[in-house]
């Protein structure tokens, strides 16, 4: 794991790119240490962070690195609330108070399974973001398995290479949920290592599959998070055998057995 | 800037909320770099209660108006679990440890500070009587009468400084300051969280249909901290400084060396960070510096 | 939306926090605008105390983080200037009228009660015991029975509807409501104003020397309203509507519809708009249009 | 007195300019009705009012209007804090909530003094913004006196024709007090209304020199305001004769007989 340095850093942005319904953000961080595929940083902006509708954002908020090139962090954003809207305005020249690398990223194959031929990267929504990175790194052999919930959204998939694709409304790729696309892959072959990142709800079916095919799993897990390292407890999913895990400190890639279910612990409204 | 502090020196007069640094986890995080300039003058650690608690269900947290309410749950390893792992990892910390602990009757809290006072790694003890999260704890802070005969039959049971830390969910806090200073305790430390609640959204989909509000935080209610409470903290701080003797630690919402040098000019003798910490995990030690500048 | 509430038909369930609109001023203000659509089902005076008040000394008003810290006194021109001078002009508002009043003693109440009683134009008396500005009055509002006892004596000196608007600054506020409600109140209303200080800045010019700290507010510590209090308001008011058997009229911090709405959900019949007004007078108005579509 | 429109109007904001150390901002009004000289508005910008330092701009800011020229509206504003500072970064085509017009303006010099020949018009800093528009309006003989703490905002006198001007560092106009200006000119002929708007000390020092020379002044004063329209009472001046006024519904142009003193009463550290 790599180590964060201490203190939250105020750095520069070098980019911003639209990628279909999502934006890219690039931010230089020379001095930064590598973060490892599916780490994460508590961002902020050192502007207007603390403005808007209701009186927030307030805290720093969560985000995967999506990709580490020539000393620059990449994130995937999407706008859902206050927080990502605001960042989502940055552009080049301005800068972002950046606390990180954090949490415990994906564990490598050849320390997952015990004979892992291959590596199935299956990613949801914004949720593909450290998949891209850690297809990167991975050196076996990779099937990509995305799903959108639309069209504008699928055209996030171009952050990974070869990824098969589909969405919620047929308008790209396979009409249907990905894990129908996973369950045909470990039909197929199911001597893999599984990582997955995405809704609690597609989280949950990569679960039960993979426990089903007995696929050794890697899941990387969101909760809402005041702090990042560790200091609030507030990110807490139960753990198999009682008891909570940290996302940000344990997680947030947790390994499937360490869970009974993935479930949506925001509490947003059905 | 350095200070005196119920017979401990400290570097500075800034140290963290109970509850809102654990000093462990930022190791693993931050490494080394954690301890070259550790944030704060003293570490708290958080609430310590003697049996394990797993804490609440989430959601734990909601971001309110210029602040957070939070429905931790105190969850913690017991006393025992605390005095054989985390107590030797703590020690090692470059700064005074003060353990935090709670109990819901004055025989618990008896017993977690017989074992308190047997350990030479503990410089202090805060006793949690505020807590709005737990049932236990609230009764025995808000009611004067009831925290001074407590304090009288725990206070003999440690030899070590004993900081009782209020609600600030009272009537009258310094009433309760007072009733602590008589029971025994060597300084007072608030405020808590303000008990607070927040409900789940509306959904905006979906029919007309009135649907059944629930709580947003797992546990039900919560309480806030952050700037929103800042005011609120600088008057009952105030308030319990002017009438008390004894030495007095604030906190509540402050972000700035201006909002710790407010603290301190209304009689408190250290302040604490916390929500902020969150923000910036060095933030306790950037207000150290600028306050001694 | 049309609410009943203690016997009166209310055309929407929004109504103001006593002392944050002044409809005499604002009809000057704005003219006859202001009677077109009033912003509010029911408007309440701000507090009336049986002398004249000239107020606190300035500056009253603090912008705090999210909120507003506010020491403004009760200035009023007292029972009788009240009852000859403004009653007569707030009967031609379009809505009922409710009377805030607050005496430091049963006998003051009670003529206070009694005087309003006499007049037709009062639909309702509000019973301020939580002001945080004034000595008078905060204690009877903390103590559930000092507060059940003052109500009992001083209940049947009115046969309007008399409703209690209790004090934040408590222990346990719903002990509070329930005195109130065994004391004869018709109806609760909370939150008022958290107690808050804020001291006078620093001065960033001059020399080194310590200067002395003095509040800022001319009167010493105030109330914090707006926002930041808002999740403390649904805490205390779900508390109390959920033992009260009486309406709860439900405020602290409402900006929006969807702050209302909360209050409603935890069991307000009406809710009350206060700092929110100051900014936009029509506030009151675009919630209730809001709630309703 | 102009009535106000009964809520607070979203305006576009149709120039932005500076004036040494000033901005004179314009906002379009065309349906608003005209502010008598004196009057001030009640504004927060439609973005980002609540963001920056200390969590504040929260409640709206009170301004002076400065001009009423084409339907639109000018200030002139100084940027002395959270909420001047973002109203002076607005620039043409953002909006402004607008609440006003509001308050009692000045009164005209036949209503005030009894054989008044001319009007003088004191103004101190950004106090000068009121007496603008009541140039605008007199028709009597004018005589201008404004001072500034340094050149820079003597600049700021452009926005009166004809103005003797002092600065205290003596970088423009005569080197000292605007009250020297003013003994000068009572001195000269003591019958004269006395319009003046500035900060405290040089009122109080208009206030106790008029009543010296029998010369009645007409104070435009400023407190700290939440609200502007009378609902908070947190605006008061002590009142001649004991009691307060509210300096939003009763002033902000109060009789100088009304007052005792006039003093700083936002509590600034000396
Ligand atoms: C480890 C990790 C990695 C992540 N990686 C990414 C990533 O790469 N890209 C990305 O786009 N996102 C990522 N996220 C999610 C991202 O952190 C959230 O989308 C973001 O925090 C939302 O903030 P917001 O202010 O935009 O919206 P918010 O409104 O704060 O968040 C929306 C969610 O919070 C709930 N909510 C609504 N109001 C409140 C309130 N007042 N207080 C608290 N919660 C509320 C809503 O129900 C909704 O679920 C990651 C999260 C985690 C934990
Ligand atoms: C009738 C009237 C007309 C005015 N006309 C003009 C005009 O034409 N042009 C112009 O530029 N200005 C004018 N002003 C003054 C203007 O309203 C203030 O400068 C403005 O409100 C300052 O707001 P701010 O957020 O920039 O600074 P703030 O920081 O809010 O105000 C600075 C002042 O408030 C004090 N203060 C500091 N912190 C706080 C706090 N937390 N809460 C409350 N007060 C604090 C400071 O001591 C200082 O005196 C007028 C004021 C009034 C009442
Ligand atoms: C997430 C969180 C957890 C907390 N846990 C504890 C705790 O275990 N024991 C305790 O005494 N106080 C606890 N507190 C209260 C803080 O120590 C502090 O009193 C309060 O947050 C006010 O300070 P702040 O506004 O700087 O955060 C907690 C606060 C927060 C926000
Ligand atoms: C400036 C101001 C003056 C107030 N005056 C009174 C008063 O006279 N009587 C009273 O019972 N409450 C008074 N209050 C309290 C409000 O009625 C209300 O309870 C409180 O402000 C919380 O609501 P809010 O957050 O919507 O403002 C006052 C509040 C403010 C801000
Ligand atoms: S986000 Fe604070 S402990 Fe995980
Ligand atoms: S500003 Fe509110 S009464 Fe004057």
């Known amino acids: 794991m790599s180590k964060a340095p201490f203190g939250r850093r105020l750095l520069r942005v070098t980019g911003m790119d639209e990628l279909g319904a999502y ?30 509708e209701n009186e927030r954002p307030y805290l720093a908020r969560a985000f995967s690195f999506a990709r580490w ?45 015990p004979h892992p031929r291959r590596a199935i990267l299956v990613g949801g929504g914004v949720g593909i973001a450290p998949l891209a ?3 990167d790194a991975l050196e076996c052999e990779v099937t990509v398995l995305l799903g959108f919930r639309d069209g504008a959204r699928a055209v996030g998939a171009a952050l990974l290479d070869g990824a098969q694709v589909a969405t919620d409304d047929g308008s790209a790729g396979y009409h249907g949920l990905v894990t129908d696309l996973l369950a045909a892959e470990l039909q197929r072959d199911p001597a893999a290592v599984v990582y997955s990142c995405g809704p609690a709800g597609m989280l949950e079916g990569v679960r039960a599959m993979c426990a089903q095919s007995g696929t050794p799993a890697q899941l990387a897990l969101e909760a809402g998070m005041a702090c990042g390292f ?23 890639v947790i390994d499937a057995a360490e869970l009974d279910v993935v479930e949506e612990h925001n509490g947003a409204p059905a | 800037m350095s200070v005196e502090f119920c017979g401990l020196r400290l570097v500075h007069p800034v140290i963290n909320g109970s509850g809102t640094f654990d000093a462990l986890a930022a190791r693993e ?87 308190c006072d047997a350990r030479a790694e503990i410089a202090a003890v805060e006793l949690n009587v505020s807590c709005p999260n737990v049932k236990t704890g609230l009764d025995i802070g808000a009611d004067p009468r009831q925290l001074e005969e407590v304090l009288r039959t725990v206070r003999p049971r440690t030899g070590k400084p004993l900081i009782v830390k209020l609600t600030p969910n009272a009537a009258d806090v310094s009433a309760c300051a007072l009733a602590a200073e008589a029971g025994g305790a060597n300084a007072v430390s608030l405020i808590n969280t303000l008990r607070a609640l927040v409900l789940r959204p509306v959904s905006r989909k979906g029919p007309s249909a009135v649907p059944e509000r629930r ?29 008390a003797q004894i030495p007095v630690i604030g906190m509540g919402g402050v ?23 969150f923000r910036d995990p060095v933030a306790g030690a950037k207000i150290a510096r600028e306050l001694a500048g």
């Open chain 1, 23 to 52: 934006r890219v953000l690039r931010v230089a961080d020379p001095d930064g240490p590598e973060p490892e595929p599916g780490q994460f940083a508590m961002l902020t902006t050192a502007e207007r962070w603390g403005a808007g």
């Open chain 1, 69 to 113: 090139r020539d000393g620059q962090a990449h994130y995937l954003l999407e706008d859902v609330g206050p927080g990502t809207k605001r960042l989502c305005e940055l552009s080049a020249g301005e800068e972002v108070w950046t606390l990180g690398p954090l949490g415990q990223g994906f564990t490598a194959p050849g320390r997952v399974g």
């Open chain 1, 133 to 135: 990175i850690l297809q």
């Open chain 1, 230 to 252: 560790g200091a609030c407890f507030g990110c807490v999913v139960p753990r198999h055998g009682g008891g909570y895990l940290r996302v940000c400190v344990d997680g947030p």
């Open chain 2, 29 to 115: 995080a931050f490494g080394t770099a954690l301890n070259v300039e550790f944030p704060f003058a003293a570490y708290v650690s958080k609430t310590i209660t003697l049996e394990p608690r797993r804490g609440n269900p989430p959601p734990r947290l909601w971001e309110a108006s210029g602040g957070l309410v939070n429905s931790i749950g105190l969850p913690n390893k017991g006393l025992e679990g605390y005095l054989a792992e985390d107590l030797p990892a703590l020690a090692s910390l470059p700064v005074p440890l003060i353990t935090n602990v709670m109990g819901s009757t004055a025989a618990e809290i008896s017993e977690l500070l017989e074992a």
């Open chain 2, 215 to 243: 709580p947003w935080l797992g546990a039900g209610t919560g309480g806030l901290s952050g700037p929103a409470i800042r005011a609120v903290a600088l008057a009952q701080v105030a308030a319990v400084a002017e009438r």
């Open chain 2, 255 to 277: 972000s700035t060396a201006a909002h710790a040098r407010d603290l301190l000019d209304v009689g408190a003798r250290l302040v604490a960070v916390g929500t902020e910490s």
